[in-house]
Structure formats: structure tokens, C-alpha cells
């Protein structure tokens, strides 16, 4: 059994970097609607891409220890200890440093402007002294854009600033004398006093001009950011079981919200391995359908109007513009890619490859159609109105998954050999089902009786080929004799709360499971890590077919495999309870979400 919880490591424990690098459990993540920074639990800031998410990172250190570029803040005593939390509602990171001689905070943020989001990437390192004394050492590095620029030094009328390949990084600070700078790099020691603030800021651009703010007014900065999240979060309504980790987990998915499309990336980072063997690297700064069809689910719920209609709007309007097949994922800015290209650089811990581009575009996943459905059935629940150029899109994508249901594809885990995968079956289901509501409910027009056809033929080969009565289970595909925990979002969906999905579920805990930890599907073990929102599926179908005790009981369990702030990566080690993949993982936290919503929707039925 997993013995790790969120409090094991302790923040308070020192960190030793190893070879330069961190474990994945330590960084706590900051952002501002188009970029997202990682700091780790010893202060420094191993992870930023400028101006936007997608973007070559400028700060790379966490695939590049040597020549990734870091922002390094913290004491100057090895025997400092540390403890972090995010401001309550908010994205701003509160770290407390504790000395033998005093003790002071640091205060991360990425600032927000009046109106909103700023133009430029502006992240704020506020140091306040707490009561007596704390000698602190700072540094800006930058790195080589994955190995492919160098950084130079610009010596300017209004200060030095550092270009690399059309990105501009600029630095103001207060407070953070005497520094000393080695060409682009930027480095200093200064000691804070009871009531003391000093404040280093850090502002990019990309292929512009860049903005030298006011240092002196960067806490009003800071505290506005502050007022920005918090008036985000009060209009966050959940008041339901695991209320903490839901609203992080929400908060969480807001960071990875590409606030100029609406798009929702998948994650923050790049080839983050998912098993300490490497080769399983990917990127993950793209956005998935399936991921913003979970997402607009719990954002509906939650009261928030504007992130769910830019949501619905951006992958209703890509899809149209992109009409030649169903997609899996896009660019943030809404355009189709299929190329990789490797980077040499060693990557995290020395795990490559280290990768930009993802291949997987082009291959066919039927269950996208029920993801792409699910997220129009809610919203329409929610009491939206489609228009007629959404409708069109939709009768258009109805009538696809009647005529493609029959085929062989890549399945949800998209995989290089195409089969007939169960739980893509049961999501054109879905889309069939939430397609004939929509039609139901005056919102498309379209052929209802030939999709009402179709659901029950789906229904029919599923009984017939997906289902194996001497195992007692689904198997993932037609012919297996594996399983495979995909299957479980179809207890979510409704296709299944009966005794063939009860047992579905029993054979996976004894399959699949590792204490509170799940596999992707049989096989895996060889391969990868558990992955963190199979757990959480499991949990709630549990709750789908009336295990509500035991949904409860695993909930708890993997709500406490968080690290200090509340964050997951995409999978779990099974050894040691490490984290492994990108981080943080959209999937896993809506994955956590959906759960509670599940169960708690369950148990008031009962």
C-alpha cells in the first residue's frame, strides 16, 4: 500500500538538487492566462515559457539543469527550511523561509493588469522581512530556448536587458543591491530586516517592444493579482465534499485556460517522463477535446460563465474551420500540427528525449465525438442556446459518427495499432445520445431516427464483441483479453451502472490497481507509471453503481497524493508515490473534479 501523502515529503525538509534537479512533487505553478512559471520547493523558477505557454521556454531548467536558464531566490544558509501555500482563491505562491537568524517570505506571483490580462509576461519576486535577519542570494539565468539560441546582453540608455532569438527579458528590481551581472547574467545578495521589502521583477516580450515597469509599484501590482483571483474565486460556487481540492484543482485547470483563444492546454510543460526508463516524453501544450469537454462540465457546474462559453465557442469554431475529420487536439491558437522535433538537451534528471510537437493529430479516436457532444449537452442543460452555424457543425458530426462507429481506431490512449477499442464504441454512444437530446430539446435538426438506429446498433456490438462473459468484463478492444480503465467514463456517461460494469469495476481493482493507484490498462506495469485520473475514474464509477463508501474511502486516499500546494502531475510512481509526467496535468485535476461531482450527485440520488 502507498504510504505517501501530501505531507510526506514535508515542505518544511530541505531539498537537495540532484545534478541540478529537483523531484517533480516540488514545484508549486504560477500564471496569467497565456504563460505559466514553475518554481520549486527551494525557490527557484525552473520553468517559463515567454510570451505564451506554447512558447521556446526562456527558463528551462527543469529538461536542462546546465544550460535551461533558472530565477534563483532564497536564503544564503543550507539549513534555511521552507513552507509554501498559495494565498487562499488565488494563484499567487506565499513561500516562508525560517533561518537561524530570522525569518522572511517570498510572495510569487504573475501580475494581472487592471483591465485584465498584461500585454507582456511580468512575474513578481516580493521578499518581505518577517522578524530578524535573512541573508538571501538571488539569480536571473537566462537559457538557450532548448538549445537553440544564445542569450546576449543589451546594454541600453534606459538599462541592460537580455535578447534571445526575438525574446526580450527585462529586469527591475528594488532592494536587491548590490548586483552583479556576467554578461546576460544577473545575480546579487541582499539581507531583509523586520518589516524590510524588496522586489525583483522580471518582464518579457517576444518580437516587441518591452515595458520597464515602475518597481516601486509592483506590490500594488501583486496585491491587485491578488483581488483579480480572488474575485474569480468568489464567483466559484461548490460547496460539496473535498471542497479544498476541488476549488485548487479549478484553479489549477485556470492556469492551463489560454485566455486569447479560450483553448485549455492539457498541461504546462514538455517531456516530463511518465516512467524513469524515458521514452514516453511528450508535450503536452496543446489543447485536447476530451480534456475541454471535462473542463466546460465542472466549470458549468461551478457558476463560471465566461470560461465555458470562450471554451465552447473556440472548439465549435475550430472544428468548423477544420471539417476534413474529427480532431483530437489543437495548437492553442486554434491551428491542426503534426510534426516533432527533438531538442538536445539532456531533459529531467537526464530522461529525454526532450520534445516540441505532438504526432498524434491525424489519427482517429472515435470517442472524441462523445467528448465533442458532451460538452454541447451540458452546455445546453446549463440553459445556453445554440446558433445555427454550432447546430450545422454538430447534424454534420451526428451523422459522421453513424457512418465511422464501425471502424478501427487509435482509442482514447492513442495508440499506434488501430483496433476496435470498447470504450471508443461506447463514446460514439454518447454522441449519438446527447445528439438525439439536442434534438429534442429544438437545438439541431438532422436525421433523429437514424441516430436512435445507431445508438442501438452500438449497444448491440458492444453486448456482442465488447463484453466477455467468462472473464466477467469489457475488454478493451474486440478479441482482447485485456482491460482497460477508459471504460469507466462510460459509468459517468450513463451507458453502463449495471452489473456488467460492477464487474468491469471489481476486475480492474484486481487487475489494475496498486493501493490507491491505477494503470492505464493491462500491460502497463512494464512501462509507466500509474496515471493519476484513472484513480480518480475508478472512484467515481464506484459511486456510479452505488459503491459510495468505497468511491469515498479512495477519494481520500488520492486527494492526500497532492504535493504541498495541492498540485498533480499526470502519473503517480507506484514505488515511491513521486511524481512522474507533465505537471500540472489538467486531466488528472479534472478527473479529481468530476469525481466529486459524481459523487456527490450520486449520493443525494440515494
Aim: aromatic fraction near 8%; proline fraction near 5%.
Amino acid at each position: 500500500m502507498l504510504e505517501r501523502t501530501r505531507d510526506t515529503p514535508d515542505a518544511s525538509d530541505n531539498e537537495e538538487r540532484t545534478d541540478g534537479y529537483v523531484p517533480l512533487r516540488s514545484y508549486g505553478a504560477i500564471g496569467d492566462g497565456r504563460t505559466v512559471a514553475l518554481i520549486a520547493l527551494d525557490g527557484r523558477i525552473d520553468w517559463l515559457p515567454v510570451p505564451s505557454l506554447d512558447s521556446p521556454p526562456v527558463f528551462a531548467s527543469i529538461v536542462d539543469a546546465e544550460h535551461g536558464g533558472h530565477v534563483a531566490l532564497r536564503p544564503t544558509d543550507a539549513d534555511a527550511t521552507v513552507s509554501r501555500e498559495y494565498l487562499p482563491g488565488t494563484n499567487v505562491l506565499v513561500s516562508t523561509w525560517t533561518t537561524s537568524a530570522g525569518k522572511a517570505t517570498v510572495t510569487d506571483a504573475m501580475v494581472t493588469g487592471v483591465a485584465g490580462r498584461l500585454p507582456w509576461a511580468e512575474i513578481a519576486r516580493c521578499v518581505q522581512g518577517v522578524e530578524g535577519s535573512v541573508e538571501m542570494e538571488w539569480a536571473v539565468v537566462p537559457g538557450t530556448l532548448l538549445n537553440t539560441a544564445e542569450p546576449k546582453r543589451l546594454d541600453t540608455a534606459n538599462g541592460a536587458v537580455i535578447g534571445i532569438d526575438g525574446v526580450t527579458i527585462a529586469i527591475v528590481e528594488v532592494g536587491f543591491e548590490p548586483v552583479h551581472d556576467d554578461g546576460p547574467r544577473f545575480s546579487g545578495r541582499f539581507t531583509t530586516s523586520e518589516g524590510s521589502k524588496s522586489i525583483l521583477t522580471i518582464v518579457g516580450t517576444h518580437n516587441e517592444p518591452i515595458f520597464m515597469p515602475d518597481p516601486e509599484s509592483t506590490l500594488d501590482a501583486v496585491d491587485r493579482t491578488i483581488e483579480n483571483w480572488s474575485t474569480w474565486s468568489e464567483e466559484f460556487s461548490y460547496d460539496g465534499p473535498w471542497s479544498d481540492a476541488v476549488q485548487r484543482s479549478a484553479l489549477a485547470l485556470k492556469l492551463l485556460i489560454f485566455s486569447p483563444t479560450g483553448a485549455i492546454a492539457a498541461a504546462a510543460t514538455t517531456s516530463l517522463p511518465e516512467d524513469r526508463t524515458g521514452g514516453k516524453n511528450w508535450d503536452y501544450r496543446f489543447a485536447w477535446v476530451r480534456d475541454l469537454s471535462y473542463t466546460v462540465h465542472a466549470l458549468t457546474r461551478f457558476g463560471l460563465r465566461e470560461e465555458t462559453h470562450a471554451a465552447v465557442s473556440w472548439v465549435m469554431r475550430t472544428i468548423g474551420e477544420h471539417d476534413e475529420t474529427m480532431p483530437i487536439f489543437y495548437r492553442l491558437d486554434g491551428s491542426k500540427t503534426d510534426e516533432v522535433e527533438e531538442r538536445d538537451v539532456p531533459g529531467w534528471n537526464g530522461i529525454g528525449p526532450v520534445t516540441v510537437g505532438n504526432r498524434a493529430g491525424d489519427q482517429l479516436q472515435l470517442g472524441v465525438w462523445g467528448d465533442v457532444f458532451e460538452i454541447m449537452r451540458q452546455y445546453v442543460v446549463a440553459g445556453n442556446v445554440l446558433d445555427r452555424a454550432t447546430a450545422a457543425v454538430l447534424e454534420r458530426l451526428a451523422d459522421d459518427a453513424c457512418h465511422r462507429w464501425p471502424e478501427a481506431d487509435s482509442g482514447m490512449w492513442e495508440l499506434e495499432e488501430t483496433q476496435h477499442y470498447v470504450s471508443s464504441k461506447m463514446g460514439c454512444w454518447q454522441a449519438l445520445d446527447a445528439a438525439i437530446e439536442l434534438h429534442d430539446a429544438g437545438m439541431i435538426d438532422g436525421p433523429r431516427a437514424k441516430w436512435i438506429e445507431n445508438r442501438e446498433l452500438i449497444e448491440q456490438w458492444v453486448a456482442e464483441h465488447g463484453w466477455n462473459e467468462e472473464l466477467g468484463y469489457y475488454v478493451m478492444y474486440e478479441g482482447s483479453t485485456a482491460i482497460d480503465t477508459s471504460v469507466l467514463l462510460h459509468a459517468m456517461s450513463s451507458f453502463d451502472r449495471g452489473p456488467r460494469m460492477e464487474s468491469t469495476i471489481r476486475a480492474i481493482e484486481d487487475q489494475l490497481q496498486r493501493g490507491p493507484l491505477v494503470y492505464r490498462y493491462t500491460g502497463m506495469e512494464d512501462e509507466e507509471s500509474p496515471f493519476v485520473a484513472c484513480s480518480f475514474w475508478l472512484a467515481a464509477a464506484m459511486a456510479c453503481v452505488g459503491r459510495i463508501d468505497e468511491a469515498t474511502a479512495l477519494m481520500d486516499q488520492m486527494v492526500d497524493q497532492a504535493n504541498d500546494v495541492g498540485l498533480f502531475s499526470e502519473m503517480l510512481s507506484a514505488v515511491d508515490g513521486e511524481f512522474m509526467g507533465n505537471i500540472p496535468q489538467g486531466l488528472s485535476h479534472l478527473a479529481l473534479i468530476q469525481a466529486a461531482l459524481t459523487i456527490e450527485e450520486v449520493s443525494a440520488e440515494q
